[in-house]
């Protein structure tokens, strides 16, 4: 007589692990509420916390939308009148030989620089333009575009806080952190799947050129300039006032709990409250290994070191942090520039890489994009810190 074994979960095993989960959740908010109150007064803390996130909302959210609107109406007049397709064409020679992608890739990276991260998906999700990449290039896309996401707004932004010549070094820092995790991800992408080397990762019936095709074989009815330039200021007004939208959760809630971490108490060393209190938790944690961040990205201060864990999560949010650090003396030309090239490369990677990789059906490779970029955002705020030590020099 054969026996066998076999153990069956009791029914409300889903359930329990449901109020372990929530027990667990409960006590880690509990726990840093309290910790928080605790240091700052119940009281105080709740007010802080609103204030933060209210002058967050007038003064930042909204004028990163302000941005976002202008930019997205910028992108949308490059977009109709051939200047993306210009930009692609010129920047297709160095798809190959940099990314080991093909030449169309350069319009995911035009249009992710002049709008976000989702735009490559977009794109990818295209037959048209995913009939030119095997399977592994394709799947390094989600890094390829995400070192790009919000490029325009990023640099815009730092121009307007009064720095020129340090976004464009940032930029430069992003550019090389791309190349660091794009190869890695596809490093990783064949290392788990070889066959994917040779596998196209669509078909369609037009290959051997390296060309974009129109998804719309029909044409259209002419239109006048004006309604041109009319209609693409307006439709790319409108989805800037999406992205801008978009961004204020990541920016209300992520830079809210990162300043209450980052800044101090008042003047006089109480807490009143008011905005942008704190109990200095990050920078007091940064300073036990400062040298590290003043060595590999010459952080001056303890409490730069928020903007690339902001970044993290959105890049939107983190941008949020540079008035507060400007106002405070925390800022110089070097933070600029290594800013600017981490914002830009890592631009919210850990809050998209997995919707990405799961609107691409390869899910199970979030771990090794995500562990690609941190990478390659790493190297970017390295490249573009020693590249403005360089340039001072002169």
Known sequence: MKYHLKYRFPKNFASSLKYRSGIVCLAIVVGLFSLLGW??????????VMHTAHDLLLNTCFYLMAI???TGAVGKIFVEFGVVDLLEKL??????????????ASLGAVLTFLSDNPAIITLSKDKHFSAYFKKYQLISLTNFGTAFGMGLIVIIFMVGQGFFKEPLIGLFGAFVGCVVSTRFMQYFVLKAYPNYANEAATEHPHHGQDTLVAKNEDEEQPKSLFVRILNSLLDGGRSGVDIGLAIIPGVLIISTLVMVLTFGPSADGTYTGAAYEGTELLPWLASKINVVFEWLFGFTDPHQIAFPITALGAVGA?????????SNGWIDGNAIAVFTAIGMCWSGFLSTHTAMLDSLGYRELTSKAVLSHTFGGLVAAFVAHWLYVLIMLF
């Open 39 to 48: 240091r700052m007064g119940a009281a105080p803390m709740l007010n802080t």
């Open 68 to 70: 976002c609107v202008l």
């Open 91 to 104: 920047l297709r020679p160095l798809m190959r030989p940099l990314f080991n992608l093909p030449g169309v």
């Open 318 to 326: 983190a941008l949020g942090l540079i008035p507060s650090f400007m």
